[in-house]
Every structure is written in C-alpha cells, then in structure tokens.
C-alpha cells in the first residue's frame, strides 16, 4: 500500500516561510487516479485542510490560507510540496500530507502521513 | 474553533457499543452525504475508517459504522476492543470553494 512521509524543518522563525515536502513511496504521484493534500492540526485544535494538487500542476487551496499557500509538485522526485509564506506562531502545527482518488464525486483522504510538527518561533 | 463540532471524549468498557457525533450546518454535513471519519493513534498516520457516511473501505471491520439525520453524521463502534481506543475525527465536504472541513476530534477511551 502507498506510503506518505513528511519532510522539512520543525522550526520556523516568525514571518519566514514554512517549507515541507511529502515523499510518495508505493505509489506514484504522476497517477491520474490521485490529488494529493496538505492538512494541519495546531496544537490542541482540530484539523484544518490546506490544498490539494494533481500531477499537472492543478490545485484548490483553502480560502481562507490562499494568499499564503503554495502546493508544487516534482514527478521526478514522487514528491509534492507545501509552502507558506509569512508564518506566525498561529502556524504551529503538526502538518499531514495525504492522498485523495480521484473519483467522480468528492473523495475522502484515504491514506496519510504521519505527520510532522512545525512550531514558529523566533 | 473547528468547521464541525464533536465531543471532546467519549468512553465505554469492553464489547459495549458508543457513538460520536459531528453536527454541523446545511452548508456542510446536512447538505452532502460527503462524510468520512479518520481514526488517530497518536504518532501514527490518521486511518480512513468510513466514507459517503456509511460505507467502509476494505479491511475495516464491520464494527464500525456511520451514519447522518440532519447536519449531525455520527460514528457507532459496537464491540468496542482495547485497540479501538483513539482519537476520531469527522470530515465534510463543503461546497467548491473548500474541499473539506473537519470536527475537532473526539478521545475514545476504552474502560
């Protein structure tokens, strides 16, 4: 079965940009039958979707982190990317990339990451 | 404050059944039979455990099912075992502008 691991610094300073990166294994994201998303939980709080992409390059982000949020992809690599520009402590949080099928209705996240935990701090 | 409002524990002895709950609004769990329900051990990746409110991906046990009435979707184990002990969490779609919102997360301790 597919496997997702997440990747990048646990620290952030304050208004930097919050980097992470997610390796595929078992799977491939060049697959047209996945999108694949970013999700965060701040501490203590729920879970928060953050965006999506598919292998072409298409994404959907949160509305409310778009201004901020950018999703990239690498097939070379089998692996896609979260960046967030200007953090603040707001921004500490465990971060999940998963995987969505690509169906014809809406589609649920059907396998994650362990997640990796990213606090902003000067 | 999360889109969709879970409790925040819930418990039950051994082979006892117990059921969580996920109220939200028109816009989201009542407006779309788009719900899904992820089990968390902590320090583990999240498992997809119920999709389309009621259906279960393959290899999860029949134990676990959902359902919805109105905008409140709930999650039933029944048999409730060691290993079910976890924190569980709802998701919903929202309309196209968000894929997907999410319930606070609910503890599930077993006595």
């Known amino acids: 079965q597919v496997q997702l691991q997440e990747s990048g610094p646990g620290l952030v300073k304050p208004s930097e940009t919050l980097s992470l990166t997610c390796t595929v294994s078992?799977?491939?994201?060049?697959?047209?039958?996945?999108?694949w998303s970013w999700i965060r939980q701040p501490p203590g709080r729920g879970l928060e979707w953050i965006g999506y992409?598919?292998?072409?390059?298409?994404?959907k982000y949160n509305p409310s982190l778009k201004s901020r949020v950018t999703i990239s992809v690498d097939t070379s690599k089998n692996q896609f990317s979260l960046k967030l520009s200007s953090v603040t402590a707001a921004d500490t949080a465990v971060y999940y990339c998963?995987?969505?099928?690509?169906?014809?209705?809406?589609?649920?996240?059907?396998?994650w990451g362990q997640g990796t935990l990213v606090t902003v701090s000067s | 404050q999360s889109a969709l409002t879970q409790p925040r524990s819930v418990s039950g002895s051994p082979g006892q059944s117990v059921t969580i709950s996920c109220t939200g609004t028109?816009?989201?769990?009542?407006?779309?039979?788009?719900v899904s329900w992820y089990q968390h051990h902590p320090g583990k990746a999240p498992k997809f455990m119920i999709y389309?409110?009621?259906k279960r991906p393959s290899g999860v046990p029949d134990r676990f099912s959902g359902s919805k009435s109105g905008n409140t979707a709930s999650l039933t184990i029944s048999g409730l075992q060691a290993e079910d002990e976890a924190d569980y969490y709802c998701?919903?779609?929202?309309?196209?502008?968000?894929?997907?919102?999410f319930g606070g997360g609910t503890k599930l301790t077993v006595l």
């Open positions: 998963a995987r969505i099928p690509d169906g014809n209705n809406w589609s649920p996240f059907d396998y």
């Open positions: 078992r799977g491939s994201v060049s697959s047209g039958s996945y999108y």
């Open positions: 992409i598919y292998y072409s390059g298409k994404t």
């Open positions: 028109s816009s989201d769990v009542g407006g779309y039979n788009f």
């Open positions: 389309d409110v009621s």
């Open positions: 998701c919903s779609y929202a309309g196209s502008d968000t894929y997907a919102v």
